[in-house]
């Protein structure tokens, strides 16, 4: 203002009017720079005196009131953007599944399931009232195609998705059968179905399955029946279960899984002389809390944590059994169990690795089904068990090193 003043005094016009007119119109722009300049400084001492919604959120000026801190333009730009709806998603953007952020939120869809929908046309009335109890998926040669039609049947009757893992990769010789439009058809040839459930049983895929039974194919089910199965394990609380097997009619490996009479569950197995002795004390598999791998099945939340156990490059899973417990989602004592109401018949076939046409059963075989055939008549099954005998030391290894080394985990079993 100083220097304007003196402007006005040294610098005298003939025109008093003229005069005045310069003198004010100086006087005004100093006081508007000296206002500028004073409120910038102000501003910068105080960033949120600014009024809302300049540059800065809802939110972001609660946060940057208590820091004190100037956003930086492309900041202050993307809150800007957001302003309309941030204060509403302070929790949903933490909840959101990765990758999702740059879409709205009502457009996602978080999970999936193999149900198959048609081509053109309204969906059926009767698919959209009848939700799945379960998923089966069952590995499948062609070989075994009675035994796994009267498994399927038997499934698709109790409203089940079904699954075929083709470890023979023969798809077309089962299309003849009534259900097979019905059932989804994996093929990969020479592959366990811990191979296929690794790669298309991902939790979140089937999260709208409660159960997921994860069978061989060389299984009896003439004494089974899936939905009052299903509500014997929901009654009793069994997270991880399996059929009991006929004792006569099966080929057994483990003393546990035998049917008892006049039972309708049990959980623990009992050994009092030899080797490996169980009795009322013992809290561990394979005395408690354990399922042979040949017909497991298990809930949703169970098969979440053993997805995640099975390793991609173990194809057999051996060893797995042992440690299944810890994924019954608590005391496996309690919540592993064999239910022997509803039990099966192991029949044992050594199919993975090669058969003899001899023990196909299927009374008529088609030409191709003979052509299968002979191509496995080379038995690799001694070849086939030592690999799955490296694969269990291999993985009893990875188990001890994880324990060792994740110094933020403790066993709940010991």
Known sequence: ???????????????????????????????????????????????????????????????????????????????????????????????????????????????????????????????????????????????????????????????????????????????????????????????????????????????????????????????????????????????????????SKSAVYHPITVRREHSRVHRRYYKFKGSGKCDGKSMSPPCVGWVELMAPVFSKMAWRCAWYMIQNDLIHAWGLDLQLGYCAQGDRTAKVGVVDEEYIVHLGLPTLGGFSSKSLHSNNLSELQSRTADMYEVDNRSAVRRRSHEEMLVFERRWKKAREEDRCWSDPFN
């Open 1 to 247: 203002m100083t220097t304007a003043l003196s402007h006005c005094q040294v610098n005298f016009s003939p025109d008093p009017k003229s005069k005045s007119f310069v003198c004010s119109l100086l006087i005004v722009l100093s006081v508007v720079c000296s206002v500028y300049f004073l409120g910038t400084e102000w501003l910068k001492r105080d960033p949120m005196r600014l009024s809302r919604g300049f540059g800065l959120s809802t939110r972001q000026q609660h946060v940057k009131s208590e820091k004190y801190e100037v956003l930086p333009v492309e900041s202050q730009l993307n809150a800007t953007r957001g302003s309309n709806h941030t204060r509403h998603q302070k929790c949903n953007d933490e909840c959101r599944p990765i990758g999702t952020e740059a879409l709205p939120e009502g457009i996602i869809s978080e999970i999936s399931n193999l149900e198959m929908h048609p081509l053109w046309g309204p969906l059926s009335e009767d698919k959209k009232s009848k939700p799945t109890l379960g998923l089966l998926a069952i590995a499948a040669g062609i070989g075994q195609k009675g035994l796994v039609s009267e498994i399927v049947k038997k499934f698709l009757q109790s409203n089940f998705t079904v699954m075929l893992f083709h470890y023979d990769n023969v798809v077309d010789s089962w299309h003849d059968l009534e259900w097979s439009d019905q059932v989804i058809h994996v093929a990969a040839r020479n592959q366990t179905k811990w191979w296929f459930a690794k790669r298309f049983l991902h939790p979140d895929i089937i999260a709208n399955y409660d159960y997921i039974f994860l069978w061989d194919e060389d299984l009896g089910v003439e004494n089974f029946h899936p939905q009052r199965y299903l509500s014997i394990v929901k009654e009793e609380g069994l997270e991880i279960s399996q059929p009991a097997l006929n004792p």
